[in-house]
């Protein structure tokens, strides 16, 4: 556990638990999510703490964790607080969401309003795509955000009679190394390739 007043700290209204909550990150990051999640409030969640209980390097972790924060899990930020002697200093506050949450609500969470969660939308056919396409390629691990502006572009694919396996074909085959911007490379290959319309 933390210092009091430090460590994890439970964002409000989330959805009930799932075993498919964390289905949208690679392995690593599903995993080090599903383990932040079940920790009590309060928890040390810092790199350093979870790389003594984890099979991660404090690097890894390090990277993990950005990527969760990508996801809309993790928003850790400074906060100025005041001690009761008058004396205030700054101190990392780390809020934790099973929930994926996007930018807007953890603006507005952390500037002290509430907001409402709206319920989870159901996710297409080709969000679900996306999201799971960094099990087959994990270079290819796209964020929430990422996943929500190019299903669009996969549901294209779709409607002009292509398969999941047509389509994850496309995006995977003769990978660069490194990737740099996987979202940009998914982009450019769903545009690029898109097939034609059918006659």
């Known amino acids: ?8 700290r439970t964002a409000p209204d989330q959805l009930p638990r799932t075993e498919n909550d964390f289905a949208h990150l690679p392995p690593r990051e599903a995993a080090i999510a599903a383990y932040l999640d079940r920790l009590p409030d309060g928890a040390d969640i810092s790199v350093k703490t979870l790389a003594k ?3 991660y390097g404090q690097c890894a972790l390090g990277t993990a964790l950005n990527r969760i924060q990508q ?6 930020g400074r906060e100025c607080v005041t001690a009761d002697d008058g004396s ?3 101190i990392t506050r780390s809020w934790w969401s099973r929930t994926a949450r996007d930018d807007d609500w953890w603006a507005a969470f952390t500037r002290g309003d509430v907001p409402r969660q709206a319920a989870r939308p159901t996710r297409s056919r080709a969000h679900i795509l996306l999201a799971a396409l960094g099990r087959t390629a994990p270079v290819l691990s796209l964020s929430q955000a990422d996943c929500a502006t190019l299903s669009p572009l996969v549901t294209e694919w779709f409607e002009r009679g292509a398969s999941e396996e047509d389509v994850l074909r496309a995006l995977t ?6 990737v740099h911007h996987p979202a940009a490379l998914v982009r450019n290959r769903l545009t690029s390739k898109l097939p034609p319309p059918p006659t």
Request: glycine share 16%; aromatic share 8%; net charge positive.
């Open 173 to 178: 085959a003769g990978l660069p190394t490194p």
């Open 71 to 76: 996801a809309g899990h993790l928003r850790r």
């Open 88 to 90: 205030s200093r700054w």
């Open 53 to 55: 209980h984890l099979p």
């Open 1 to 8: 556990m933390a210092n009091p007043g430090y460590g994890k």
